[in-house]
């Protein structure tokens, strides 16, 4: 999978934080907090650069992956609970340990960046098949994904064991999801719906959703 992207590199007192972009990022993917949990929605192409950036982020250790998606508008005609707030997303590695409190800094200092393509193999997700989910609910299991929100992004932290097991769920969103209506007429709408760990709950510890649901929306009407 490739994808085009800017790098920026931020100086902070900590040292230096490297963040990637994509040049650009569509307009078809939106994010938003409703109360109860975090409600993402995409086309064909906002699926496929989600998808792409994931696959990054399982490879890129030492970047925060970022998708400035917070002034998209999500479809018409979702339903969500309450007044939901629009959220950029950030995809980043455990070991960075990044204080996502320096998150408001970080962005207002990030300028053009440097162009650059990112490619990652098109099998970096393992097939369904070779996930052993049962082992997700061993106490000794650490790969799970962690959710955060700081200065309206969601941050979704974890290993690259996290992202790439999580991502071949993902990748149904590319490979599955815009012949859905087609093999099942009268279906409802393709989801995935992604966890917080160590246990499915409503809300971690921050009090941040715990279930990320995100919505294929092939017509986007508005």
């Known amino acids: 999978m490739e994808q085009r992207v800017r790098v920026h590199k931020v100086r902070l007192d900590g040292g230096e934080v490297r ?8 307009a078809r993917l939106a994010l938003r907090d409703d109360g109860h949990w975090l409600s993402m929605y995409a086309d064909r192409d906002g699926a496929a650069q989600l998808t792409a950036l994931w696959a990054l982020a399982a490879r890129s250790a030492r970047s925060l992956v970022h998708l400035p998606i917070r002034a998209n508008r999500a479809p018409g005609g979702v339903a ?6 629009a959220l950029d997303l950030v995809l980043l590695h455990h070991s960075l340990q990044f204080p996502t409190a320096a998150w408001k800094q970080v962005r207002s200092r990030l ?4 162009l650059h393509t990112a490619a990652t193999p098109d099998d970096d997700f393992p097939d369904g098949d070779a996930i052993d989910h049962e082992r997700r609910y061993h ?3 650490r790969d799970h994904l962690g959710f955060d929100i700081a200065a309206h992004t969601l941050f979704v932290v974890g290993s690259a064991t996290a992202f790439r097991e999580h991502g071949t769920a993902l990748r149904s969103l590319v490979d599955e999801a815009p012949s859905h209506r087609h093999r099942h007429p009268g279906a409802g709408h393709f989801c995935v719906e992604l966890g917080s760990g160590p246990w499915a709950r409503p809300r971690t510890r921050r009090h941040v959703p715990g279930v990320l649901h995100i919505e294929y929306c092939e017509d986007w009407p508005v």
């Open 139 to 141: 106490s000794t299991y």
């Open 80 to 85: 969500g609970e309450g007044e939901p707030v």
């Open 111 to 114: 300028g053009a960046g440097r």
């Open 19 to 26: 963040v990637v972009r994509p040049d650009p990022a569509r």
